[in-house]
């Protein structure tokens, strides 16, 4: 069985902040890990993947992510917050190289403060 | 590529009607499936199929709920009676094995309103 979890249901950083959005997930397998964000009243739009290539991630809008094995995590990180970054923010994860479907977890909420 | 696409964008419906959600996968994407979005439970898988086939409906809700692919470009979710509890947002995806490190590509989804 696989699982994430997501810390923090909302966060709330500045305009111009550094944005964490935290996951930390639990396979028996090697996992893929999946960064997705739903912006207000819209689908899933994939923000980047882990695959097991390089460990860090670089994915669109200026999002990255680092998987550290030693801490089942693949949190999400930009270095300075836009107010169009204002989303919610979905970690998810597969064991069967997304054949199975993904695991998702709670989902972050992403509040920019001006 | 026109991704994948989703009929209809919302729906009200009222309750005991049967609701019938659509979904066009990407061409050529021989997985298909089907995700259900509500505050509570958040996103959750119902079923997928590989090759138009169902491989695993574990996680449909109820005998009221059934699922389709009649061909590799459609699929559909049907609810039959509809009941308040099933208002939600509907997802359908699709994957091609083996491509890309197998990226899930989602549509824009059905927003399903039973009163």
């Known amino acids: 069985a696989q699982s994430v979890t997501q810390l923090g249901s909302h966060v709330s950083v500045s305009e111009g902040a550094l944005v964490l959005l935290r996951c930390n997930y639990s396979?028996?397998?090697?996992?893929?890990l999946f960064w997705y964000v739903q912006y207000p009243n819209q689908g899933l739009q994939l923000l980047l993947k882990?695959?097991?290539?390089?460990?860090l991630v670089k994915g669109i809008n200026g999002f990255e992510a680092e998987f550290k094995k030693s801490e089942t995590s693949f949190h999400l990180t930009k270095p300075s917050a836009h107010m169009s970054d204002a989303a919610e923010y979905f970690c998810?994860?597969?064991?069967?190289?997304?054949?199975?479907?993904?695991?998702f977890g709670k989902g972050t909420h992403l509040i920019i403060q001006p | 590529d026109a991704g994948v696409i989703q009929s209809p964008r919302h729906e009200v419906t009222e309750m005991g009607q049967e609701v019938t959600l659509r979904c066009k996968p990407i061409s050529g994407h021989d997985y298909l499936f089907w995700y259900r979005q509500t505050m509570m439970r958040g996103l959750e898988l119902l079923i997928y199929f590989n090759n138009n086939v169902p491989i695993d409906d574990s996680g449909m809700p109820e005998d009221r709920f059934s699922a389709k692919m009649p061909n590799a470009s459609f699929s559909t979710l049907k609810i039959q009676p509809s009941e308040p509890r099933d208002s939600a947002v509907y997802f359908c995806?699709?994957?091609?094995?083996?491509?890309?490190?197998?990226?899930?590509?989602f549509g824009e989804g059905s927003w399903l309103t039973v009163v």
């Open positions: 882990y695959t097991s290539a390089a460990t």
């Open positions: 995806a699709s994957t091609l094995a083996g491509s890309s490190g197998n990226t899930i590509y």
């Open positions: 396979s028996s397998v090697p996992p893929y």
């Open positions: 998810a994860v597969t064991s069967g190289g997304g054949a199975d479907g993904l695991t």
